[in-house]
């Protein structure tokens, strides 16, 4: 029987691509040098997109495969698919959250607790030989007993403020709107919260509405004695803004797994001291990358069966 026909829009991991392959026959838009004439030369009937949570899914796209059905999105971000597009041509997207939950907490108490603890300091003191030469580091700050401010007190804020919990830290949060039957106090306005805690973790979706939130006039409640931590998506930060506030004292530093501009990351930011930086890598592990890729054939599995998809965005 002729597999259907599935546009790879994002070079995925071998492990999906080669499940992908026993069901459907790829035509790989990802490699393609001049890829209007390749969305032209398809043929008729394409019904299944797979793609990264990075890469998205253009209206371009949407609406150059009239047939199209699904578009299954690695990540839990899908601010790069055009939802709207999708919506209008009654084309199903989904996204693979849940399976990363654990694993980017874990990444944020880390980054926290580098940052804190100054541990890249510390670790290039020792391995520079400084300890000897200079005598003890600067003493540091601490999680336990501080208040940390969540914005985006979704699954992934929830399992941070579990982890926080851990190191008896206080948790409130900002969203869109107050969740019953939470035991955190909820702040409607950012920059209220900000004043009243010492981290401010975000991690919301990118939506026009959280795009930018973490302001500079939130960076000013955040104060000299505040930190900053992101693993959302860069455009939730006004970049420069933080860089200002970096530079002059504003707050006490920032810990980034995400940026504007990825991979570009601003010398400004590169060469301060009172910042930790990774290069995205908040899902990045063996077992997180491997259920998220498994979760991404599953949904196009079903809905080729017939069945509805395991986690639907729309």
Request: aromatic share 4%; glycine share 8%; hydrophobic share 45%.
């Amino acid at each position: 029987m002729t597999k259907p026909d599935l546009l790879l829009v994002a070079n995925l991991a071998p492990r999906v691509v080669d499940q992908l392959d026993r069901d459907f026959t790829l035509h790989r838009y990802c490699d393609a040098e001049d890829r209007a004439a390749f969305l032209a030369a398809l043929p008729e009937g394409v019904r299944f997109i797979a793609t990264g949570g990075g890469t998205g899914c253009s209206r371009g796209i949407i609406e150059a495969l009239p047939d199209l059905e699904i578009i299954s999105s690695f990540g839990v971000g899908y601010d790069a698919v055009d939802v709207e597009a999708a919506k209008e041509h009654g084309v199903r997207v989904t996204n693979t959250p849940d399976v990363l939950n654990d694993c980017v907490a874990e990444v944020t108490l880390a980054l926290m607790l580098a940052l804190a603890h100054r541990v890249p300091e510390s670790h290039a003191y020792v391995r520079d030989g400084r300890w000897e030469t200079e005598g003890a580091m600067p003493l540091t700050a601490e999680l336990t007993g501080a208040t940390v401010g969540i914005i985006g007190l979704g699954r992934i804020g929830k399992a941070i403020a579990r982890l926080a919990q851990a190191f008896s830290m206080r948790v409130v949060y900002h969203g869109r709107s107050e969740q019953a039957h939470q035991p955190y106090q909820y702040y409607a306005d950012p920059v209220a919260m900000a004043r009243d805690v010492d981290w401010l973790v975000v991690i919301a979706p990118s939506t026009p509405q959280t795009r930018g939130i973490v302001s500079a006039e939130v960076l000013h409640a955040l104060g000299s004695e505040g930190r900053l931590v992101n693993v959302a998506r860069g455009d939730l930060v006004d970049e420069q803004a933080l860089i200002d506030a970096l530079s002059g004292g504003t707050i006490a530093g920032a810990a980034l797994d995400v940026f504007a501009q990825e991979p570009h990351v601003p010398e400004a930011l590169r060469t301060q001291q009172n910042v930790v930086l990774l290069p995205h890598i908040g899902s990045a592990t063996h077992k997180t990358r491997a259920a998220m890729g498994d979760l991404v054939v599953k949904n196009l599995r079903a809905h080729l069966r017939g069945d509805p998809v395991l986690t639907p965005v729309v």
